[in-house]
């Protein structure tokens, strides 16, 4: 038997599973990764456990593994001392549901648990950038926005253990309504979900989806074009404020947001630099390389 340790991440409709041998937990290029789709969304825990453990049982037994220790990473807010979920927006249904218990009872390991955001932080630090950067924020702009703080190479969460939440800071710009019941947040601007809502609410038409719609912006119609020139002035704002806060030097863009406005990033960078001569810093905005798999390479890194 190999004697590893597993980095789960729970999504809304897949599940990875990353292995890593552990004697060689200090070298990132060394790992391997699973992945199966999974309908969690819209589904008690009961509903698939079957199904999300027949898998990574399959997954020990067919490469002989032995394991040391679980990382599991997860988009919900969760009580840090108990592993409870306690507010998921995307799996309401999981609420309550203790998944760290239930694996380790399992498993008979240590589990460690961390949200998406903060697996998503380590995984850019450790196995994209390398442990080359000294502070970050690992900035996801997905179906909502989240963030996750490395300062002097260790994550940031905070005494309540949920910093980061850039998403739900108010932004003075507007007055969407955003899942948290406040007006103007972040979130409520700079996401997929909000982008599509924007769309709808200045078109009365309802785009299928971001492609879609960013496809209109190539053809060069006039209101896409506008909600994305206001996304981009927005989540330039955002950076600001995160740099100006912070005093971080690197930002690094992820979720799945990022594909579509990737050609736009060198001009959120000037736009953000530009405030920032006044103060005498700037800030490099970068792209994830970890791409999907952020979340469980930082589960990977989970430790005490
Ligand atoms: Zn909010």
């Known amino acids: 038997m190999i004697n590893t340790i597993l980095g789960i991440e729970i999504g809304g409709t897949y599940i990875r599973v990353g292995i890593k041998k552990t004697n060689t937990l200090n070298d990132h290029t060394q790992y391997k990764i699973v992945k199966k789709k999974i309908s969690i969304r819209d589904n008690l825990f009961e509903e698939i456990e079957d199904e999300l453990f027949t898998f990574i049982d399959m997954i020990l037994e067919k490469e002989k593994l032995a394991i ?37 009872k399992k498993y008979g390991t240590e589990v460690l648990m961390e949200d998406d955001a903060n697996c998503g932080a380590l995984g850019e630090f450790y196995y994209g950038y ?74 009365n038409k309802k785009a299928a989806d971001i492609q879609s719609l960013m496809n209109k912006v190539k053809m060069n119609g006039n209101i896409e074009s506008k909600l994305l020139f206001r996304f981009i002035n927005i989540l330039s ?65 989970l430790k005490e």
């Open 68 to 104: 040391n220790r679980i990382g599991l990473s997860i988009a919900a807010n969760f009580d840090r001392k108990t592993g409870e979920i306690i507010y998921w927006s995307n799996n309401p249904k999981w609420e309550g549901c203790n998944i760290k218990e239930k694996l380790k």
């Open 130 to 203: 390398r442990g080359k950067l000294n502070s970050m924020i690992y900035l996801s702009i997905g179906t909502g926005l989240g963030a996750g703080i490395i300062i002097n190479k260790s994550l940031y969460v905070g005494d309540f253990g949920k910093a980061g939440e850039i998403g739900h800071v108010i932004s003075g710009l507007g007055d969407s309504l955003c899942s948290c019941g406040q007006r103007g947040c972040y979130q409520s601007i700079i996401s997929g979900k909000a982008l599509l809502n924007d769309y709808f609410r200045e078109s």
């Open 237 to 301: 704002n955002c950076i600001y404020n995160l740099v100006m806060l912070f005093d971080i030097s690197h930002i690094v863009l992820g979720g799945g947001m990022v594909q579509f406005i990737i050609e736009y990033i060198p001009k959120i960078q000037e736009i953000v630099n530009e405030q920032l001569k006044i103060f005498k810093r700037s800030v490099n905005i970068i792209e994830s390389k970890c791409n999907e798999n952020a979340g469980v390479f930082g589960a990977l890194c």
